[in-house]
């Protein structure tokens, strides 16, 4: 059985090699699209004839500021990331190792909020973030954001497979409970909260509904909501088009090719337990 299974796996090697180019041509081409000139469009021109005059175009023109939207991007995503590397796992460490009186009414309200999607709650949100005076500022777009009850639930789980020894043996050194989760039990998650950071990374960046919603002036749109406003200026030049979606996901892809493999196997670490 083993020799067979040794036997079939250079096919299996390639089929993966296959699928995953099969799965690649579609920004391969949007990437080779978005550096030649209008004319080479579906067309196989030589590396000679390629340039990155449509990035430029968008970097420089005086009609949008798409300097100040990347920027506007990176500040949302990195806070909003950043925001859930501190409070999820706060939330899933109580939630796994804490006793205290309504533990599990807030788990399940926190599983409850899983199933409600977001788009069904950004009325309430709006007004909310209207009252507080935090439309077009970044405190709308990211407070709202700084966790997620997905999180908070994907770390419960691996903290639940933490043995409790751990805990007891940092209370017999003397740290409290907020110095043995900071200090001990916080790497130990490393996997996942990596894991977490690629999605909140990916779907805070493509964010377009929540941005445009709760920022509608052009010095505050982030990146995704800017393309979207000049779209329509470049519908008949393809490679413009094509420069906006390589700006738009292109850090999403080197991020993850960055954190893949701590992402795989956090992905294994976070099944349901407990």
Known sequence: MKTRINSNRPFLYIGTIILGLLFALPFLYTIYTSVIPMRYVNTLTSPANWTFENFKVFFTND???VPRW??????????????????????????????????????????????VPYHM???????????????????????????????????????ISVPNEFLEAARI?????????????????????ITMSILAFAGTWNS???????????????????????KDMFFENTPMI???????????????????RQYIEGISNAGVKG
């Open 63 to 65: 009609a949008y500021n």
């Open 70 to 115: 990347f920027l506007n991007t990176v500040i949302m995503t990195g806070a909003v990331v950043l925001g859930n590397l501190v409070i999820n796992p706060m939330a899933g460490f109580a939630l796994a190792k804490l006793n205290f009186r309504g533990k599990g009414l807030i788990y399940w309200i926190v599983v409850a909020t899983m199933m």
């Open 121 to 159: 709650i950004l009325i309430p949100v709006y007004v909310n973030v209207a009252q507080l005076g935090w439309l077009n500022t970044f405190w709308g777009l990211t407070v709202p954001f700084l966790y997620q009850g997905l999180y908070i639930f994907m770390l419960r789980q691996f903290f």
């Open 242 to 260: 094509m420069a906006g979606v390589v700006l738009s996901t292109l850090p999403i892809i080197l991020f993850f090719f960055l954190f893949q």
């Open 208 to 230: 377009y509904l929540i941005p445009s919603t709760l920022a509608n002036t052009p010095e505050m749109y982030v990146l995704v909501v800017g393309l979207n406003s000049v």
């Open 173 to 193: 050194d003397g740290l409290t409970k907020m110095g043995a989760f900071w200090r001990i039990v916080y790497p130990l998650a490393r996997s996942s909260l």
